[in-house]
């Protein structure tokens, strides 16, 4: 004979729900009087902030300690959930605005609250506008909040295999001339002296009809030697130096950071071979050349491509006004041309 099934409590499924239902209540009422997490905008002490960027010369503390010397202001590292902007506040005329470093920067990270609460950072101490320029490696104008225009394109040489046999013929035939005229390729690492590099520089932007914002103070030359993150590649014929370039050195990525020559025959093309060279066998990624100058024909660009043609990268600039009515006393009718408006005169 089979027992007959017991017949259950109506009440005990109720019964051993109860402690699951007070639980969940209890987390629902913990989560409900739990505080949203605060967010906010921290300005990094000078002793931190190399730990908190990403390894990438361009956004060191030394190398801003640098770049203030050709843009004088208030150096400044701006942080948030891991987004960080290394910046310059500068003021003239009772005028206060932001800049990135001379170079590549702006904002670097994901913080999806960054630009509200960089707006906020912003009018709290009176800036009137921000411009940076964009960096090449890291692609952060995409997102941005800033008014992003692009300034058609980097080229990050990309160092695989033979890179000799990649360059456009036209480089190959200057590789081989410079080569037969005897020019020879010499590398310093940490730089002492940046003398003879000056002064070269200065007869190429002489040469150029350059600005005199491209003249820089001898403090500058002085504040970057010795840096083991600067490499100086000189090109010389008969112990005369023709070109030379200085590379800003943080794996990944070389970047070609100020470059001058006189006489040519081949030795600018040498030169950058070698150096593309040299960051390969060391274990670099790309090299960094830059872009050109703008407008639909610039030569300075094509001259990049034909190292890499594959290696073009998009580069843009950011540009925001944070105080419009002040902007607009100033002179400021938005964001086309020289911005901010009111420094082109400066």
């Known amino acids: 004979?089979?027992?007959?099934?017991?017949?259950?409590?109506?009440?005990?499924?109720?019964?051993?729900?109860?402690?699951?239902r007070r639980a969940a209540r209890r987390r629902h009422d913990e989560h409900r009087a739990r505080p949203d997490r605060q967010v906010s905008l921290e300005e990094v002490a000078p002793s931190d902030w190399d730990a908190?960027?990403?390894a990438d010369a361009y956004l060191r503390r030394e190398y801003a300690e640098t770049a203030v010397l050709l843009d004088p202001g208030e150096?400044?590292?701006?942080?948030?959930?891991g987004t960080v902007f290394p910046c310059i506040v500068r003021e003239t005329d009772g005028?206060?605005?932001?800049?990135?470093?001379?170079?590549?920067g702006g904002p670097v990270g994901d913080s999806p609250r960054f630009y509200e609460l960089y707006e906020d950072w912003c009018r709290e101490r009176g800036l009137v506008t921000t411009f940076t320029w964009f960096h090449p490696r890291f692609q952060n104008h995409r997102p941005s909040r800033f008014h992003v225009e692009s300034r058609g394109g980097t080229v990050a040489w990309r160092l695989e295999g033979d890179l000799f046999e990649r360059l456009h013929r036209h480089h190959r035939r200057a590789v081989r001339k410079a080569e037969a005229a005897g020019i020879e390729i010499r590398i310093t690492t940490a730089p002492p002296d940046l003398g003879p590099f000056a002064r070269l520089y200065e007869r190429t932007m002489a040469e150029k009809g350059a600005t005199g914002f491209y003249y820089f103070p001898e403090e500058y030359w002085q504040s970057l030697a010795n840096r083991d993150w600067l490499v100086l590649f000189e090109a010389l014929q008969d112990g005369e130096l023709t070109a030379a370039l200085l590379g800003l050195a943080s794996k990944p990525w070389l970047h070609y950071h100020l470059g001058a020559?006189?006489?040519?025959?081949?030795?600018n093309n040498l030169l950058f071979l070698r150096t593309a060279e040299w960051a390969r066998d060391e274990g670099y990624e790309r090299f960094h050349l830059g872009g050109g100058v703008g407008g639909a024909d610039d030569s300075l660009l094509q001259f990049k491509l034909?190292?890499?043609?594959?290696?073009?990268?998009?580069?843009?600039?950011?540009?925001?006004?944070?105080?419009d009515d002040a902007y607009r006393r100033l002179g400021g009718k938005g964001f086309d041309g020289f911005f901010p408006a009111y420094r082109r005169a400066l």
């Open 1 to 20: 004979m089979v027992a007959p099934a017991r017949r259950e409590d109506p009440l005990a499924d109720l019964q051993r729900a109860r402690p699951q």
């Open 52 to 54: 908190a960027v990403p």
């Open 75 to 81: 150096l400044v590292l701006l942080h948030t959930e």
């Open 95 to 104: 005028t206060r605005d932001a800049t990135g470093l001379y170079g590549f």
């Open 261 to 267: 020559s006189e006489r040519s025959g081949g030795a």
């Open 306 to 323: 034909r190292f890499d043609e594959g290696g073009l990268i998009e580069s843009a600039v950011g540009k925001a006004i944070h105080d």
